[in-house]
């Protein structure tokens, strides 16, 4: 097991996504649970809030969006009743879900542009968004630890917007109609530098997969070592603080 100052020679964290109200709070809590250097990827053509953080800001583009990743090629479709019921259903009966979700497979373009722009001493990166409040009563460094001694990447997420970050940690994911096999929880995401796709080689093939599906063909199935889901540790911003704006 690594000490807190050697993992600071080879852990990175890039923080990508949309900034959002409360970005600076939960970017505040990011820097005090994680403290290693950390990467801010901001999309210039996308709508964001300012930062009062100035530091190690790496723009980014984001692209407009080549195909709908939800209707992807047959042979591309994963075993996943979640994702056919979305491909043939909910992405055309819910208002604004069709295009919301065209560009759901750029966030995970837009993780692996910035990992291209940070020194490769990083073999291990954690991925977190902007809107992501951790809990400061989990020792998240053991999770760096357990991708760096076993290659397995670490997803994970608070899916239930009625706890806060204090959610106990709980390992799996519990809806009966998600794969879990093919599904990586990505609102913070632990993996080894070396278990990334070619991205860019998915798109052009236009069979990069959107959200949990595309985190999941990124950042975790290259080495075949498998992943873990957990649940718990953090809440999305909005959903402890509220709108700002309303």
């Known amino acids: 097991m690594s000490t807190l100052n050697n ?6 964290v890039c923080v990508t996504g949309q900034i959002r109200d409360y970005s600076d709070e939960c970017i505040e809590r990011l820097n005090d649970v ?3 250097d950390t990467y801010y990827g901001v999309c210039t053509n996308i709508k964001n809030n300012n930062l009062k953080n100035i530091n190690n800001i790496i723009e980014l583009f984001q692209p407009n969006p080549e195909y709908h990743p939800y209707l992807v090629d047959e042979k591309y479709v994963p075993n996943c009743p979640t994702f056919k019921r979305y ?8 208002e604004g879900l069709y ?11 837009n993780h692996f542009n910035l990992i291209q722009k940070i020194h490769s001493k990083y073999d291990t990166i954690i991925r977190c968004r902007f809107d ?7 020792d998240f460094i053991k999770f760096i630890n357990h991708t760096i001694e076993t290659d397995q990447t670490i ?3 608070n899916l239930n917007k009625f706890t806060d970050e204090n959610r106990p940690l ?6 009966n109609d998600i794969n879990n096999d093919v599904y990586l929880y990505n609102h913070l995401i632990f993996h080894k530098r070396n278990n990334i796709a070619d991205v860019p080689k998915l798109i052009k093939e236009k069979r990069l997969l959107p959200a949990e599906y595309g985190y999941y063909q990124a950042f975790a199935e290259k ?6 889901n957990i649940q718990g540790g953090m809440v999305i911003a909005r959903h402890k603080f509220g709108n700002r704006h309303l």
């Open 34 to 36: 994680l403290p290693f």
């Open 132 to 138: 992501v409040f951790l809990s400061n009563n989990i």
């Open 155 to 157: 997803g994970i997420s």
């Open 99 to 109: 295009d919301a979700s065209n560009k759901q497979y750029l966030e995970v373009l």
């Open 87 to 94: 491909r043939e259903h909910k992405i055309w009966k819910k």
């Open 223 to 228: 080495n075949g070592k498998g992943f873990i």
């Open 7 to 12: 993992l600071k020679k080879r852990v990175a």
């Open 170 to 175: 709980t390992i799996g994911s519990f809806r």
